[in-house]
Every structure is written in C-alpha cells, then in structure tokens.
C-alpha cells in the first residue's frame, strides 16, 4: 500500500544540476515529516535532508548544505530534492522515506523505494 517512486536520476558532469522526485503514496503524506537518504558506493545509507509536514524547516547534512534544497508539494503527494554544484561524492542511490512516519507504525521500518542513480563524473 505505502510506495516511494524515485526518479529524476541522471549522469551528470561535476558542478551539474538535477531535479529528484518522490512520488508517495498510501499514507497521509501531508501530515508526516520527510526525508531523502542516499547510499553510496561501499557506504552505508545517509540521511541527506529532511522536510517538516507543512514544508516550512528543512534541515540538511552538512556535506551537501547550500547545494541541495528539499521541498514537498502536498497536493500532489510528492517532495523533490534540487541537487546543484554536483560533486562526484554525491554519487549515490537517492531514496525518499519518512522516518517520522515509520516510527509511528505507518509502514515498516525496513520498507524503501527503488531509489533513483545519481551519477557524477566528467
């Protein structure tokens, strides 16, 4: 029932943009914080950024803050994540997830999307 569909996705050159989506579904989007993660190659997964309910506090790791931006569109059930001054360090699979969801019961805590492939090299 709960999904997460990634995309957004590209190869891009170092110093590139990308636009990530999440398109979520079977649970009340608008009432829960999210988050997006990504995992690395040989790493593990890392919390990227995290959006209040109402999209009003963001929050971000510090390797990718003033260059990556979080939103959320309620009525459309979807969050975004604005990737620019790409380094090849953000390569990684992006994931959106809702750990402020999870922890409430509203899906299991080991439940993620496919993810979307970001790639970043000249």
């Known amino acids: 029932q709960v999904q997460f569909v990634e995309s957004g996705g590209d190869l891009v050159r170092p110093g590139g943009s990308l636009r990530l989506t999440c398109a979520a579904s079977g649970f009340t989007f608008s009432i829960y914080a999210m988050d997006w993660y990504r995992q690395g190659p040989g790493k593990e997964r890392e919390l990227v950024a995290t959006v209040t309910s109402t999209g009003a506090i963001t929050t971000y790791a510090d390797s990718v803050k003033g260059r990556f931006t979080i939103s959320r569109d309620n009525a459309k059930n979807t969050v975004y994540l604005q990737l620019n001054s790409l380094k090849p360090s953000d390569t990684a699979v992006y994931y959106c997830?809702?750990?402020?969801?999870?922890?409430?019961?509203?899906?299991?805590?080991?439940?993620w999307g496919q993810g979307t492939q970001v790639t970043v090299s000249s």
């Open positions: 997830y809702s750990l402020h969801a999870a922890r409430r019961g509203v899906f299991p805590q080991d439940y």
